[in-house]
Every structure is written in C-alpha cells, then in structure tokens.
C-alpha cells in the first residue's frame, strides 16, 4: 500500500462539525510532564491548564488540591488520581 492510498481513504475517525469542547485533554497534560514528580511541581508547571471532565472545564492546580497524593511515581498514577477527583465520563461541549 503506498501512501497516496492512505491519503484517499480520509481520516481514520472523523471529526465532526460539532462544538468546541473547553479545556486540554488529561491525557496532553500528563504527556508533557516527566516521572516521578511531586503535585507542587506538576502545580508549578502546569497548574493554571484548564483540563476537561465530565463537570466542565477545570483549572489543574484547583483539582490537584482535593486530591491527597504529593507524589506521582508514574504517568498512570498522576491521571488515576485526577480521576478520582474529576471522574470519568463524556465530556460536555462549550455550549452544553
């Protein structure tokens, strides 16, 4: 298959014409930082992002708060403890 065939084919997942949605993505942010890393330094670095949730946009630092970790050895221990304070689920569009 050469490359011009995928370029024919379109984009693997559609985007849709739909409304914007307010916020980075989890998974941007925890992409940027490197671990082990301490809140204080996740706060420092990317506290005023805006992330998505199921709630509406959030201001990191804000969720970092509520959560009782200080220490995050690993990418999938930072996001499981947003989770936890965020939630899981769809997240709403900016006119929702």
């Keep these: ?10 984009p693997a997942v559609p985007l849709g014409a739909g409304e914007s949605v307010e916020g980075a993505p989890l998974a941007r942010v925890s992409s940027r930082l ?5 809140k204080r330094e ?3 670095r990317e506290g ?3 992330i998505r949730t199921p709630d509406g946009p959030r201001e990191l630092a804000s969720v970092l708060e509520e959560t009782d970790e200080v220490y995050f050895d690993t990418r999938r ?3 499981a403890a947003v ?3 965020v939630g899981v ?3 709403p ?4």
Excluded: C, K, L, N
Excluded at 34 to 38: E, K, N, R, S, V
């Design 89 to 91: 689920g769809p997240v």
């Design 48 to 50: 005023d992002t805006v």
């Design 34 to 38: 490197h671990y082990a890393i301490g």
């Design 1 to 10: 298959m050469s490359d011009s065939d995928d370029e024919a084919e379109g």
């Design 83 to 85: 989770q936890d304070v």
């Design 42 to 44: 996740i706060a420092r």
């Design 93 to 96: 569009t900016a006119d929702e």
């Design 77 to 79: 221990a930072f996001e």
